[in-house]
């Protein structure tokens, strides 16, 4: 089976700036051909790690849409859960190990002990839970991309 790609590069694509570029691609798994598409800029704006104040804002909001048992801890399910339901961002739910890894790096770089224990992450995390995704969910599209095997 023949597997086109796009070209991720804005210059093989004239009039379209890197920072709204949006990759797309046929890839060919077990017989069944899917367009993959990212709006980074969407992706972006739906996972605020910056260190800014309206960023925090926004954290703690998303920190209480995601804590629905208000327990002041996430779980791994609940931070897969919070990806597609709060998030919305159908592209990340699809990248399920780019959360494993996120959500486990995340835990593995702490310097501080879990008042919860190592399953948890706090809020005190969800900054770089956010930047984490946001970079591992990156990794997981490049290596998709050029990954035409069927051997998953």
Known sequence: PTVWTHCARASLCPGVSIE???????LQRHSIARIMSVDWEELN?????A???EDFAKRK????AIDVNGNG???LAEVTKGVRDVLAVDELFDAIPAVNRSFHHCKNISTNPSEHGP????FRE???????L???FEYYQAFDRIDTGDDD
């Open 20 to 26: 709204t570029h949006t990759t797309h691609y046929f």
């Open 45 to 49: 704006t739906k996972l605020p790690f």
């Open 51 to 53: 260190r800014t104040k």
């Open 61 to 64: 909001e998303l920190w209480e």
């Open 73 to 75: 801890f996430l779980s």
């Open 119 to 122: 399953d948890f992450i706090e």
């Open 126 to 132: 969800l900054r770089l839970l956010l930047q984490t």
């Open 134 to 136: 946001r970079q591992f």
